[in-house]
T-cell receptor
């Protein structure tokens, strides 16, 4: 299965600033997913990032707040813009070559963001 | 709307005990995942199953498609098993995972 390097692992940021989270995969993958996990909550899908096209955002998430880049098949970034304390969460990237490789998803190690 | 419900929400056990975590889902699925999340936030995929039973070391996952229910069992639990265990269903029509809220397991020595 794929191996994902996600960074930073954690950060403390001032409100109003932006943070960019990076995920590097050790193999080419078609679809990458970005999730948010608010304290005590389940994972929520933010968007699906496909190479060569704009990301597809889920209801409640917008590109201005969470711009995503996917310059190639092994790399993606998620930016959390104009942060407020409500953005304090764990952010995770994931890849899923679901059917082609017999199933299964791989997750990054997560970015624990605290906004003060 | 797909819903995934886990029980219990929190579970504390003594080392060596047999652990069971349950997961129920509301619609027909293609596959169900069991995931493990450690305190740092990273998630590891434990099992993906669409029928029957899978075993890996001390972990066993079962699924009953008719009853829309899955269980994760841990035999001879150990403090290093302490983590959040999450079930997630994969529904092909939505091409996405829907996650349960997780079960916080604490195994005391």
């Amino acid at each position: 299965s794929a191996v994902i390097s996600q960074k930073p692992s954690r950060d403390i940021c001032q409100r109003g600033t932006s943070l960019t989270i990076q995920c590097q995969v050790d193999s080419q993958v078609t679809m990458m997913f970005w999730y948010r996990q608010q304290p005590g909550q389940s994972l929520t899908l933010i968007a699906t990032a496909n190479q060569g096209s704009e990301a597809t955002y889920e209801s409640g998430f917008v590109i201005d707040k969470f711009p995503i880049s996917r310059p190639n098949l092994t790399f993606s970034t998620l930016t959390v813009s104009n942060m407020s304390p409500e953005d304090s969460s764990i952010y995770l990237c994931s890849v899923g070559e679901y059917w082609a490789q017999g199933g299964g998803y791989t997750f990054g190690s997560g970015t624990r963001l605290t906004v003060v | 709307k797909n819903e995934v419900e886990q029980s219990p929400q929190n579970l504390t056990a003594q080392e060596g005990e047999f652990i069971t975590i349950n997961c129920s889902y509301s619609v027909g699925i293609s596959a169900l995942h069991w995931l493990q999340q450690h305190p740092g936030g990273g998630i590891v995929s434990l099992f993906m199953l669409s029928s029957g039973k899978k075993k890996h070391g001390r972990l066993i996952a079962t699924i009953n498609i008719q009853e829309k229910h899955s269980s994760l069992h841990i035999t001879a639990s150990h403090p290093r098993d302490s983590a959040v265990y999450i079930c997630a269903e994969y529904e092909t029509s939505g091409s996405r995972l829907t996650f349960g809220e997780g079960t916080q397991l604490t195994v005391n020595p």
